[in-house]
């Protein structure tokens, strides 16, 4: 059978992602994970730039665990993440809109489960 196109996802801009870790913790203490399960992963990636400076960046990953949520997005409320990152740089919403503006703008990723 054919797998169902996803709808639904993340959109995250990690240009503005500070590293807080919140949309981590938010997760696990939502879906109360045991310890070493994680919607979502925050990678941090160290560069050596062309002057000698070091430059960092931090990606969050949602993983597999990651169900979007959909005890709050049925309510009309968003995720636990997107609500908890105060960088304001996670938006939840239609893979139609949130490819719309991934074509804006680079460091954004869009993630669909
Ligand atoms: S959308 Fe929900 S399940 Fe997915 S990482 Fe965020 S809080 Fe966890
Ligand atoms: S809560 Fe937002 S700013 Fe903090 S690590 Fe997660 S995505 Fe980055």
């Not at 560069?47 to 949602?62: A, E, V, W």
């Not at 665990?65 to 959909?70: K, N, T």
Request: hydrophobic share 30%.
């Amino acid at each position: 059978m054919k797998k169902k196109k996803p709808e639904f996802g993340l959109l995250i801009d990690y240009e503005y992602c500070t590293g807080c870790h919140s949309c981590e913790v938010s997760c696990a203490q939502e879906y109360k994970h045991k310890v070493g399960i994680r919607g979502i992963k925050v990678f941090e990636v160290e560069q050596k730039l062309p002057d000698g400076s070091m430059y960092l960046t931090y990606f969050p990953f949602p993983t597999e665990a990651c169900i979007l949520c959909p005890h709050l997005t049925k309510e009309g409320l968003e995720p636990a993440c997107v609500k908890h990152c105060m960088a304001n740089c996670m938006k939840y919403g239609s893979v139609k809109e949130l490819s719309k503006e991934l074509r804006r703008k680079s460091r954004m990723v869009l993630w669909v489960p």
